[in-house]
């Protein structure tokens, strides 16, 4: 068995009249991420983290934004694509841990869902998936509200 570690950051910027989604969840807000996708950042930076692990590019490289096929489209989606990228390459996901660098809204209340919907995406256990979030004590483009953004490490195994 060969064990891999990788990493995924995404940020994006938040803008009135967008939705937020965040861990294929849609949280209530006034603002959402600004993206050729759905925006979800915390998807998006796992994405990133698996495919790093399995030295397989980026999120970019499989899925680009320059793509009208993904203009919109649902990042659980992506994040499905790239489980069958990484088990093509005979590797599985054992355990992701997040954090969500956020000011606003509070999203404690969702980490629940969030936690289950990306266990059941990746077919991993509840207790293998870690979401955490802080903010910025107001500091930076995420402490002005101007944007999200996500950091995601996660652990793959061969088969």
């Known amino acids: 068995m060969s064990l891999r570690v990788g990493i995924g950051q995404d940020v994006h910027k ?11 969840v849609l949280i209530p807000h006034h603002k959402g991420a600004e993206a050729h996708s759905d925006g979800d950042t915390l998807i998006h930076a796992l994405c990133d983290a698996l495919l790093g692990a399995a030295a397989l590019g980026d999120i970019g490289q499989h899925f680009p934004d320059t793509d009208p096929a993904y203009k919109g489209i649902d990042s659980k989606i992506l994040l499905s694509r790239t489980l069958s990228l990484i088990r093509a390459q005979n590797f599985e996901p054992v355990n992701i841990d997040v954090v969500i660098c956020l000011q606003t809204p509070k999203i404690a209340p969702f980490i629940p869902q969030m936690r289950a919907t990306l266990a059941q995406i990746l077919e991993i256990p509840l207790d293998a998936v870690s979401v955490k979030a802080t903010t910025t004590e107001s500091l930076g483009f995420v402490g002005r509200e101007e944007g999200v953004a996500v950091y995601v490490v996660c652990l793959i195994m061969t088969l």
């Open 14 to 24: 938040l803008v009135t009249g967008r939705p937020l989604y965040l861990g294929g």
